[in-house]
């Protein structure tokens, strides 16, 4: 699903904010099952300029996680508290993924003008309790 577009009153088109209710998926989820990841050997090999259209390599690295980031609330509330910070939420259900990743869009093309949001991106992630604490973690993070 992706964001959709309205008019606003100015005849200007508005990215709409995706429902939440389009993308409910019960708790449990089993990333075993029918699902296929494809994860990165490490955290170099991961194109990160498809997730933050402002990303320079070698420059910037992304140093928040939300690991279990559920719907996004928390990225969306600290993205513009650090601008220059890249922050990643990591989510095991894939619609909830996909509403946070279509919340990210659309909140980038509300705030076009100002650079809004771009640091701030969702990927599905299983397990990611285990294996980023192990491979993540600490190589992306300034903890
Ligand atoms: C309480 S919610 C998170 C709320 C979110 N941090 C916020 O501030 O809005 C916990 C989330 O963790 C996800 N989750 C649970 N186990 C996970 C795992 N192993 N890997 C990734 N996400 C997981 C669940 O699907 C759920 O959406």
New binding site residues.
């Given amino acids: 699903m992706s964001s959709s577009v309205a008019s606003s009153a100015s005849s200007a088109p508005v990215a709409k904010l995706p429902q939440k209710r389009y993308y409910r998926q019960r708790?449990h989820?089993n990333p075993m099952s029918d699902h296929c990841f494809d994860y990165p050997v490490s955290p170099q090999k991961m194109d990160w300029k498809e997730h933050y259209p402002d990303y320079e390599k070698g420059r910037t690295e992304v140093r928040f996680a939300?690991?279990?980031?559920?719907?996004?609330?928390?990225l969306v509330q600290l993205s513009p508290l650090f601008p220059d910070k890249l922050m990643l939420g990591?989510?095991?259900?894939v619609k909830?993924s996909d509403y946070v990743k279509d919340r990210v869009k659309a909140l980038r093309e509300q705030n076009e003008q100002t650079g809004g949001y771009r640091n701030i991106a969702c990927i599905r992630?299983?397990?990611?309790?285990h294996v980023a604490k192990r491979e993540v973690l600490q190589h992306l993070l300034s903890l």
């Fill in positions: 708790a989820s939300d690991i279990g980031c559920g719907y996004g609330g928390l990591m989510e095991i259900r909830v992630w299983a397990n990611c309790g």
